[in-house]
């Protein structure tokens, strides 16, 4: 039996009236069946709870380990005070922790890795953090043909896990990245071309609904949430659980190069060829970035380029290793070995990802990388600036894969058109700059994008992973997958726990 969305609103109702009476409450706003104490008192009544039910797996602010927790964040702006930090030990002390939100009416964010660089999309400014840390397990399935993930894990442990039984899969390209995140929105990986996005790989979710329910979400229980959570973002629930699929490849070949200014525009016409030339026949893939130094006006083009297999050097680079190059370093390693020393400092600086998807075409992204770097030159006064041009490859057999595995997923990308993601990530020192450096990124953006309409190169598709607070990821996927997700929202979440009290990150709208 299950109760209908009305009487289960008047309980949350009356739930809230007895912490109300324990809390008295300032003002509190009703809609869609929950009920929303104003943000400190929600807080206290759940922080209270919370440290009486479960001690030190409540923090509350101010004590050492809470001052450590707070600056657990890639991006500093994300490094905001909470109320309260609650680290579940498992899924039921989850489940716990939304009915408590949800009877104090308490506003919270969910932090997995800690890497999405949307300032709330993972913490909350006197609200409460649930804080996923604990939640570790991983385990190898007996026929080798998964793993079971807890989303309190990073992309290098899941590596690690899989190692000793020659296995990989399709997670984070570097090393400390969280594990929900990808899962949750989308997850570029080196071997896309051939095996599609991290949340392609997902064979099951554990969620924790609005309600406090658990439910399992793969292709044959309760299929419209695991297609809605391939993309969907925090928008159905918290995941528990990701059963991942787990690749027979135990050794990977690896080519890092790095080249001088002067063919800036040979490495971007080689990822264009890349793109073109990236069939699923072999899986490959790389991080491709320019870095601009403005003070010293030196600009370093580099490639991190993998590829499935011991043939070494990677033929499917051959776009790059063509072009002579300052520096290269070919190798051949188990995943392991090649993820775990790519590691990405957190607190490294204040930074904006913020980006544009573009049809191949050499001569756009050469006049986009030169106007990048002059802009660059316009805010050069800027302390701490650390500039990059990104371009991630998006290659049609990636989304094939989707398209021909029976559940697809909510980007709903045809696999007629290759594709490249056009990024700028910048970091700077001081919040001082934030308004200026975001409008930097803003304003090139909307300009160039403009650009790329008008000789009709542009697409708006836009990556919830690399996108600026300001960006909107909904809007670039079909309007039908969009009405389809809120309708499914509305069926697991009528209450509306996740659009109203977890408000952070990027939201379907109410
Ligand atoms: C240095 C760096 C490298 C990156 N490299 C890659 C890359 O190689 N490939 C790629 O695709 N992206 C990459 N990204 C982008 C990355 O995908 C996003 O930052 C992603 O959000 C990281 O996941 P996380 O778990 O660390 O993030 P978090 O910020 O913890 O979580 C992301 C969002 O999901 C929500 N969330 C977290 N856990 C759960 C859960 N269990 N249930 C429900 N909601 C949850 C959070 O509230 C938040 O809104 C990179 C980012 C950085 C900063
Ligand atoms: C609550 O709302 C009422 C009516 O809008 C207002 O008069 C009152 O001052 C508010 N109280 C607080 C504590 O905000
Ligand atoms: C604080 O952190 C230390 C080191 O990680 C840990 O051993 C200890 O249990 C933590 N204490 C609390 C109260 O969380
Ligand atoms: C934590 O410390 C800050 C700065 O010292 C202070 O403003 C704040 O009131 C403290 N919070 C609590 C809950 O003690
Ligand atoms: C799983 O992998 C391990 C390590 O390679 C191997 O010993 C074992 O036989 C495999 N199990 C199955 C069912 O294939
Ligand atoms: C890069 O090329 C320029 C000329 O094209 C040359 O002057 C410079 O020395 C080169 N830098 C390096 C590091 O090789
Ligand atoms: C090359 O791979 C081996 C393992 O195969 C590893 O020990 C070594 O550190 C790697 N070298 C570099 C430069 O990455
Ligand atoms: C630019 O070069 C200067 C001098 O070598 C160095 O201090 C600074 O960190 C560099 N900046 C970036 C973004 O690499
Ligand atoms: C919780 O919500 C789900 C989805 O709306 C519903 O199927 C289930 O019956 C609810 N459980 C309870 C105990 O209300």
Not at 230 to 254: E, R, Y
Not at 263 to 282: L, R
Not at 473 to 488: E, H, W
Request: hydrophobic share 40%; with cysteine.
């Amino acid at each position: 039996m299950s109760f209908s969305k009305l009487s289960l609103a008047s309980l949350i109702t009356s739930a809230v009236a007895v912490c109300a009476q324990t809390y008295p409450t300032t003002n509190s706003s009703i809609s869609n069946g929950i009920t929303i104490a104003d943000l400190a008192t929600g807080a206290s009544c759940a922080c209270t709870r919370l440290a009486a039910t479960f001690g030190d797996l409540c923090l509350t602010a101010n004590s050492t380990n809470y001052t450590a927790e707070v600056m657990e964040y890639w991006d500093i702006r994300s490094d905001l005070l909470p109320k309260c930090i609650f680290f579940p030990a498992d899924a039921d002390q989850v489940a716990t922790a939304v009915s408590t939100f949800t009877s104090c009416g308490a506003q919270f964010a969910i932090r997995g890795g800690g890497h999405m660089n949307f300032p709330g999309s993972n913490n909350i400014d006197g609200g409460v953090l649930l804080a996923l840390n604990h939640l570790t397990d991983i385990v190898v399935a007996s026929d080798n043909s998964s793993i079971a993930v807890g989303p309190g894990t990073r992309w290098v442990d899941v590596y690690e896990a899989l190692a000793p039984y020659g296995l990989y899969c399709i997670g984070g390209r570097l090393k400390t990245i969280g594990v929900p995140g990808l899962e949750l929105i989308g997850g570029f990986h080196y071997l896309i071309n051939k095996y599609g996005f991290a949340m392609d790989n997902v064979l099951s979710y554990d969620v924790v609904l609005g309600n406090g329910t658990q439910v399992v979400a793969d292709a044959t229980t309760n299929t419209d949430l695991f297609w809605a959570l391939k993309g969907g973002a925090n928008n159905f629930g918290i995941v528990t659980k990701f059963v991942i699929k787990a690749l027979p490849i135990p050794m990977i070949s690896s080519t890092i190069q790095a080249f001088n200014e002067s063919y800036a525009e040979d490495f971007i016409a080689a990822t264009v060829e890349m793109t073109q030339n990236n069939d699923a026949e072999i899986g490959a893939g790389s991080v491709v970035s320019i870095q601009y130094n403005a003070t010293t006006k030196v600009v370093t083009p580099s490639l991190l380029g993998v590829q499935e297999g011991t043939e070494s050097p990677p033929s499917r680079f051959a776009p790059y290793s063509r072009i002579p190059s300052l520096q290269t370093v070919n190798n051949v390693s188990t995943p392991r070995e090649w993820h775990k020393n790519l590691d990405t400092p957190n607190q490294m600086f204040r930074v904006q990802f913020a980006h544009k998807t573009i049809k191949p075409d050499t001569d756009q992204l050469v006049k986009i990388y030169k106007a990048w770097k002059d802009a660059v030159d316009t805010v050069s006064d800027v302390k701490g600036l650390y500039p990059t041009f990104v371009l991630n490859i998006i290659s049609k057999s990636t989304m094939t894969v989707a398209k021909e595995n029976g559940i697809g997923n909510t980007w709903g990308l045809d696999d007629d058109q290759d594709l490249i993601i056009w990024q700028l990530s910048t970091g700077w020192d001081n919040a001082v700059d934030d308004l200026r450096m975001t409008n930097w990124a803003r304003g090139f953006l909307d300009y160039w994008h403009a650009e790329n309409q008008a000789a009709g190169l542009a697409s708006e598709f836009i990556y919830m992973g690399d996108a600026g607070e300001f960006q909107e990821p909904f809007t670039g996927f079909p309007l039908k997958n969009v009405q389809r997700m809120r309708q499914i929202r509305e069926d697991v979440d009528p209450l509306g726990v996740f659009s109203r009290l977890n408000w952070g990150g990027f939201k379907l709208g109410n």
